[in-house]
């Protein structure tokens, strides 16, 4: 079992910047899919970026691109997002997950993608809250 532990939530005013941290498991570091989701009050649990650990691809959601950023420090173990820009509607808790990659058989070889969807994530941490105030 994947032990995921956020940090780095808090308040801060729009237009502000928030860095958010995931310690994880040395394995989740290297052809492992992670990502980071966010669930507002009374909505869904939504993907905002997922990253192929082990320098692959990096996939934002298009409520956050441009202004959100994933990223991994191997040597620690741990995943960030960097928050920029904030808005009121970034409000939510938000979760670090972890999760097999899919596999597919393309080109003679086989390539590792991870998708966005909550389903394709097994392991998740406890969740961090953002408030950003207006």
């Known amino acids: 079992q994947v032990q995921l532990v956020e940090s780095g939530g808090g308040s801060v005013q729009a237009g502000g910047s928030l860095r958010l941290s995931c310690a994880g498991s040395?394995?989740?570091?290297?052809?492992?899919?992670m990502g980071w989701f966010r669930e507002a009050p009374g909505k869904g649990r939504e993907g905002i970026a997922t990253?192929?650990?082990?320098?692959?691809?990096?996939d934002y959601s298009e409520t956050v691109k441009g202004r959100f950023t994933i990223s991994q420090d191997n040597a620690k173990n741990e995943l960030y997002l960097q928050m920029n820009s904030l808005k009121p509607e970034d409000t939510a808790m938000y979760y670090c997950?972890?999760?097999?990659?899919?596999?597919?058989?393309?080109?003679?070889?086989?390539?590792?993608?991870?998708?966005?969807?909550?389903?394709?994530?097994?392991?998740w941490g406890q969740g961090t809250q953002v408030t950003v105030s207006s």
């Open positions: 040395e394995y989740t570091f290297s052809g492992y899919c």
């Open positions: 990253i192929l650990t082990g320098g692959g691809r990096i």
């Open positions: 997950a972890a999760g097999p990659p899919r596999r597919q058989r393309k080109y003679g070889r086989w390539v590792s993608s991870c998708a966005m969807g909550v389903g394709d994530f097994a392991n």
